[in-house]
C-alpha cells in the first residue's frame, strides 16, 4: 500500500512546492492577525501526535489565562466547507457526526478552548478574535499558508518519513522541530542551518474508559487480559505498541481507515472475533469510542492517553508570544 501512495504522496509534494513558492513571491498573500498563532503540523502523512499535542498546548496556555481558540479543518464534518464554531468554550453545540471526530475529541478534552471547523481558517480566526479569543492554535496547520503564524512547530515521528507531505527544505518554515520520544540527530543535524529550536514530546498512559466514560481504570487493570484491539486511526501500530506495553495479551487487532465511522457490520466482525477466540475485552483509541456510545453494552474500552511537552518548550514559545505582544 505505501508503495502505491509513493506517487501521490511526489506529486502533492509539487503541488505544495509550487504553492509555497508563489506564497514566497507574495503572489499569493497571507493573512496577518491581530492575535498570536501557533501552528502545529507535520511534513508527513499519517499521525504524527498533532491532535493530541494542540491539546497539550492549548491546556497549557488557557492555564495561563489565555483564551484559546483552536482551528480545524474539520475533516469529513458537515461544516468542513462552509465552517462553524463547534464550541465557545464552554457549550460544545455540534456531535462527532456534524463536527469532525477530531473537533469534538479537541472540544470534549478542551472545554474552556474554542473550536472551529473548516477550510478558510482565516475566517474563523477572524470570527474567534470577535469573540473574545487571543491565542490562535492551528491543528494541523503547516500546509495552511494564507493565515500568518508567529510559531510553526513541526512534529516528526519515526514511524512517518517515507510519504511527505513537502520535503524537508520546507522546514525553514518552521521554528519548532518537535520529536516523538527521540530527537534524530541526523536529521537535527540536516537542518542546523534553518536555526529550529528542537524539543521531544512523550504520551503518558492515563488508563482505561468504558465508551461512555462512566468508569475509569487503571493503566495497568488489562494487563494480562484477553483482548481484540481494533482502531481507524492514522497511525494504528502507535495504539497496539501502547497496549503491548501494557502487557494485554491481543489476541487480534483489526485496523480500519482513519475517521472510521463502525457501521455495525463491522461491529459484528469484532462480537465475532470476541466470541470466537474468547477474549475478555475489546480496546480501542479515544477517537473511535467516540462513535460507539450505541454499544455501552458491549465489553469496550478505550486507551486514555495524553501528550507530555517539555517546561522549556512552554517557556520558549511564551517567550515568543511576548515578543509577539511588545512589537
Known sequence: MENFLIPLAFAYQKIAQFKNFLYDLNILKTKEIRAPVISVGNLSFGGTGKTPVTIS??????????????????YKGKF??????????????YNWKEASDEAFLIAKNVRKAGVFVGKNRVINALNAMELGFNLIILDDGFQYRPLYRNIDIVIISSENRKLLREPFSSLKRANILLFYNTIDEKISKKIRKFNLYISKF???????????????????????????????????SRFKRFLEELEV????????PDHYSYPQNSINTL???????KTDVLLTTEK????????SNLPIYY??????????????????LKTYASD
Open 80 to 93: 468542513e466547507k462552509r465552517g462553524a464554531m463547534v464550541s465557545d468554550g464552554k457549550n460544545i453545540l
Open 249 to 256: 495479551d491481543i489476541k487480534h487487532f483489526s485496523s480500519f
Open 57 to 74: 498546548l492549548a491546556e497549557k496556555f488557557i492555564d495561563m489565562g489565555y483564551r484559546v481558540a483552536i482551528l480545524l479543518r474539520g
Open 202 to 236: 512523550h504520551y503518558l498512559k492515563l488508563g482505561f474508559y468504558d465508551v461512555n466514560e462512566n468508569n475509569f481504570y487503571l493503566v495497568d487493570y488489562f494487563k494480562g487480559k484477553k483482548a481484540i484491539a481494533f482502531c481507524g486511526i492514522a497511525n494504528p
Open 303 to 320: 486507551l486514555k492517553i495524553k501528550a507530555c511537552l517539555s517546561d522549556d518548550l512552554i517557556s520558549y514559545i511564551l517567550k515568543g
Open 288 to 295: 473511535d469510542a467516540l462513535k460507539l456510545k450505541a454499544y
Open 271 to 277: 462480537l465475532k472475533k470476541h466470541r470466537e477466540l
